[in-house]
């Protein structure tokens, strides 16, 4: 993979840090999670083609099975509006063996 295709994290601001937060728990709120429920949320920049210059990779786990989506823009404009709807959750399962380059 050339070097320009790699996703890579950005240094986050005071207010990226509470949107990434504010994501998290929306997440949570979205598919009723468990306080105790693993749940990652990071902005990331894309060189690839086509690809927007900063997404929102969403990534969270109901007991062993990892669940993910993307926000096609920076962290700090998600909306809770922008979330898919709960009755997704099942699509968002990542099947076993499962590989990719986003989370």
């Known amino acids: 993979m050339p070097a320009s295709a790699k996703v890579q994290p950005l240094k986050k601001s005071p207010a990226c840090h509470e949107a990434l937060a504010r994501v998290r728990e929306w997440t949570r709120e979205r598919f009723t999670l468990p ?60 099947p076993e063996g499962f590989a990719c380059d986003c989370c």
């Not at 083609?49 to 998600?78: A, M, N, S």
């Open 35 to 94: 306080a105790d429920a693993a749940i990652l949320v990071a902005e990331v920049a894309c060189g690839l083609p086509g690809c927007p210059p900063l997404e929102t990779v969403v990534v969270f786990w109901i007991g062993e099975t990892r669940h993910h989506f993307k926000f096609f823009k920076p962290v700090c404009e998600v909306v809770f509006a922008d979330f898919p709807p709960a009755w997704l959750q099942t699509a968002l399962a990542v």
